[in-house]
C-alpha cells in the first residue's frame, strides 16, 4: 500500500488543483440522481428534469473541455480515494471531454426534434419512464467514455444495453416488441462475450484498472508468456464489442430496432449508443493492450475485412430497402464500416479518421432520423417510399434537414462526410499492403451511397399529384424541430468547413490517450 | 495441451458451460429456453471468476476476532487473523456479485418482454413470432 501512495504522490496526473476536474464527476453522480428522481416525477417535469440535466452536462463537459485543452494533458480522478491498483477512477483527456461535449448536445438536440413523437408514440402513463432510460442512458455514455476500470465499463455497457432495449420497447406497438427481443438477444451475446474477455485478461494480468492491465500485458508480451490466451482476449472484446456496435455480419437486429423505435430513439441508438461501443474498443487499443500488441495480432485485419464488407453491403441492402428508416437504419451500418475501417488500417490516421467518423456521423444521423419522422407525419404514419412522395415539400425545414444529411453522407465537399473519406484515404494510402482494398471500397461505397440517397432525395421532393388527403398534418411550427435540426445543419457545416481544427483535438487527445 | 485440461477442470468446465448457453442464446427459438441459455452463460462466467479467486487452503476474506476451531496452517484457535496470507483474492467474489446483479436485471427484463410478446402473438417460438410480423406487415 504504502509503495503505490509513493508513486501516486510522485505523479502529477494525480494532482487536483482546479474545481473544474471535479466536473465529469459530478456530471455522472448529477446524472444517476436526476435518473432516480424521473422515476418518481410526473412525464412533464421528468421532461423538465431531463433536459436540466442534459443542459447541466454540457456545460461541465464544455468546462471540461475547455481545461483539458488549456493543460494539454490528462489527469486521473480518483473515485473513493483508494490508490492506483485497488481503487476505482476516471482519467479525462481532451479525446474523452470533446467526445462527451458533443455527445451531449447530440442527446439534447435528437430530444429535442423527437419529442412530439415521443408524446405521440410512448403511452402517457410511461412518458416518464422514457426520459428516466434516455438520462440513465446518458450516464452510461458519459461514464463510458471517462471510466478507466475495465469491470466498470463492463457496468456501464450492460446499464446501456438495457436502456437501449427499453427506450426501443417504448414504443407501443407490436412490431416493437420483436425488435427489442433480437436486440437485447444478440447485445446479451456480445457483453457475454466481453465479460468472459474481462475475467480471463483479469486471470493472467491480475488487474482491473487500464493502465495497470497495459503493463501487465506489455510485460507477457516482453517475456512471450500466455500469447495464446491474449490473442483469445483480443478476439473476444473486438466480437463482443462489434456484435454490439453492429458491425457487419452482427448487425442483423439494427434495421429492425432502429427503424421501428420512435425517431428520437433511432436517432439516439444510432448516433451515439453504437459509439458508445467504439470509443470503448478504441480505448481497449490504446489504454489496455497498446497499439502495438494489438498491431501484431492479426485482429486488425478481421476488423478491417468486415468494415469494407459492411461499407459494401450495408449500403446495396440499402438500396434494395422501400422503407425509409429502415434504409437510414442499413446506411448506419455501411457507415459504422467506415469506422472499423479506420481503426483496422492499424496506424495513428486511420485512428484519427475513425474518431472523426465518429463525432460526424453522431451529428448527421440522429438529425436523419428526426426528419424521417416528420416526413412520416406527412403520410399518415407510413415508413413506405410510395407514401412518402413529396413530403420534404409539405415540410420544408425538414426537406433541408434530410438534404444537408444526405450529402454529408454521401461524401460531399463543405460537409462533414467529405473529410472522413478524405482522412481515411491519406491514412490508407500510408498503409501500402492495405491502400488498393481501402481505396477502392471506399470509391464504390460512395458511389453506393449516392445510388440510394439521391433517388431517396428525388422522391421526398417530387410534386405530389395524387389527392390523398392528410390526416395528421405536419405541424410546420415545431420550434424543437427546427432549432434542432439548424443546429444540427451548422454542425455539419463547422465540422465540414473547420475539420483541421478539430483533426488537431483528436490527434491532441490520442497523444495522451494511452 | 489435453493434461492442461484436467489439471484446470474448472476453467474448461465453465467454458463448456459457456459454449452451451452461448448456443442456445443464440440459436434457441423458444425465448424461455433462450432466457436459461443466458444465465447458463453468466453462471458459467461466475465459476470462473469463482475458481481464479479461490487459493486452495485459504478462507474468506473476512476478519475474524477469534478464529473458532478452523485447522489453518500456523495458527491456533483464538488468535485474530489480520495476515493477507490467509486469506483467498477477494476481488473475483466482488465482481461475481456486481455481475448477478446484471445478470438478474436482464433476466427480469427478458422475461417481462416474453410475457408481453406471448400477449400479442400466442406463442413463444421466436421464429413464428417473426413469420406472423412479417405476413401483419405485407397485408398492410
Known amino acids: 500500500m504504502l509503495e503505490y501512495t509513493t508513486i501516486i504522490n510522485n505523479d502529477y496526473h494525480y494532482v487536483i488543483n482546479s474545481i473544474v476536474q471535479n466536473f465529469p464527476c459530478i456530471s455522472i453522480i448529477l446524472s444517476f440522481l436526476s435518473g432516480i428522481f424521473c422515476a418518481a416525477l410526473k412525464s412533464k417535469g421528468a421532461k423538465k428534469l431531463c433536459f436540466f440535466n442534459l443542459t447541466v452536462g454540457f456545460a461541465l463537459s464544455l468546462a471540461t473541455l475547455i481545461y483539458c485543452l488549456k493543460v494539454g494533458d490528462y489527469y486521473i480522478y480518483m473515485m473513493g480515494h483508494f490508490p492506483a491498483p485497488f481503487g476505482n477512477e476516471i482519467r479525462v483527456g481532451v479525446l474523452e471531454a470533446l467526445m462527451a461535449t458533443s455527445f451531449t448536445l447530440v442527446m439534447m438536440l435528437s430530444l429535442m426534434g423527437g419529442l412530439k413523437h415521443i408524446y405521440h408514440d410512448v403511452l402517457p402513463d410511461k412518458q416518464e419512464y422514457y426520459f428516466l432510460m434516455m438520462t440513465l442512458l446518458y450516464t452510461s455514455l458519459i461514464a463510458l467514455i471517462y471510466t478507466n476500470d475495465l469491470f466498470t465499463a463492463y457496468v456501464f455497457v450492460e446499464i446501456n444495453t438495457l436502456t437501449a432495449c427499453a427506450i426501443v420497447m417504448l414504443k407501443h406497438s407490436k412490431e416493437t416488441l420483436v425488435a427489442t ?224 444529411g444526405a450529402f454529408s453522407m454521401i461524401g460531399i465537399p463543405l460537409f462533414g462526410g467529405f473529410v472522413v473519406k478524405y482522412n481515411l484515404a491519406i491514412a490508407a494510402l500510408n498503409n501500402p499492403s492495405k491502400a488498393v482494398i481501402a481505396l477502392l471500397a471506399l470509391i464504390i461505397s460512395t458511389v453506393l451511397n449516392a445510388i440510394y440517397y439521391v433517388p431517396a432525395l428525388m422522391v421526398l421532393f417530387k410534386k405530389d399529384d395524387s389527392t390523398k388527403k392528410i390526416v395528421v398534418i405536419p405541424d410546420k411550427k415545431d420550434l424543437g424541430f427546427i432549432i434542432s435540426n439548424g443546429i444540427f445543419i451548422i454542425c455539419n457545416f463547422i465540422l465540414g468547413i473547420m475539420s483541421s481544427y478539430f483533426i488537431k483535438l483528436i490527434i491532441d487527445g490520442l497523444k495522451v490517450f494511452s | 495441451m489435453v493434461s492442461r485440461l484436467f489439471t484446470n477442470y474448472y476453467e474448461t468446465v465453465s467454458i463448456i458451460i459457456f459454449g452451451i448457453g452461448f448456443v442456445t442464446l443464440l440459436l434457441n427459438r423458444n425465448i424461455i429456453k433462450k432466457i436459461i441459455g443466458f444465465n447458463f452463460m453468466d453462471t458459467a462466467i461466475y465459476l470462473f471468476l469463482a475458481s481464479k479467486g479461490y487459493i486452495t487452503g485459504r478462507i474468506a476474506p473476512i476478519l475474524l476476532e477469534k478464529l473458532g476451531d478452523t485447522n489453518l496452517a500456523g495458527y491456533q484457535a483464538g488468535t485474530a487473523v489480520p495476515n493477507v496470507q490467509n486469506y483467498i483474492n477477494p476481488v473475483p467474489s466482488g465482481l461475481v456479485l456486481t455481475g448477478i446483479v446484471v445478470s438478474v436485471s436482464f433476466t427480469a427484463f427478458f422475461l417481462a418482454l416474453a410475457v408481453r410478446l406471448y400477449r400479442e402473438y400466442k406463442t413463444l417460438d421466436m421464429h413464428e413470432i417473426i413469420s406472423i410480423m412479417n405476413r401483419e406487415e405485407n397485408k398492410e
Open chain 1, 181 to 404: 427481443a433480437r436486440y437485447l438477444m444478440m447485445s446479451l451475446l456480445g457483453s457475454g462475450l466481453f465479460l468472459i474477455g474481462i475475467s480471463i485478461l483479469y486471470d493472467i494480468t491480475g488487474h482491473l484498472l487500464m493502465s495497470n492491465i497495459k503493463e501487465g500485458v506489455q510485460n507477457l508480451v516482453a517475456t512471450g508468456r500466455y500469447t495464446f490466451p491474449l490473442e483469445m482476449i483480443i478476439c473476444l472484446f473486438a466480437i463482443g464489442l462489434g456484435i454490439k456496435s453492429a458491425l457487419y455480419p452482427f448487425h442483423s437486429w439494427l434495421p429492425d430496432a432502429h427503424g421501428q423505435s420512435t425517431s428520437a430513439s433511432s436517432a439516439v441508438l444510432s448516433g451515439l449508443v453504437l459509439k458508445g461501443y467504439i470509443i470503448l474498443l478504441i480505448k481497449l487499443v490504446y489504454r489496455v493492450f497498446g497499439f502495438n500488441v494489438i498491431n501484431n495480432s492479426k485482429v486488425l485485419n478481421i476488423l478491417f475485412v468486415f468494415g469494407i464488407l459492411a461499407m459494401t453491403i450495408g449500403s446495396i441492402k440499402a438500396i434494395n430497402e422501400r422503407d425509409l428508416k429502415k434504409m437510414i437504419a442499413y446506411s448506419s451500418v455501411a457507415q459504422i464500416g467506415y469506422i472499423y475501417m479506420g481503426i483496422g488500417l492499424g496506424n495513428e490516421l486511420g485512428m484519427v479518421a475513425a474518431c472523426l467518423q465518429i463525432l460526424v456521423h453522431a451529428f448527421t444521423k440522429p438529425m436523419l432520423f428526426n426528419t424521417a419522422g416528420a416526413f412520416m407525419d406527412t403520410a399518415n404514419g407510413s415508413r413506405k417510399f410510395k407514401d412518402l412522395k413529396g413530403a420534404a415539400r409539405k415540410n420544408m425545414y425538414a426537406g433541408i434537414a434530410f438534404a444537408v
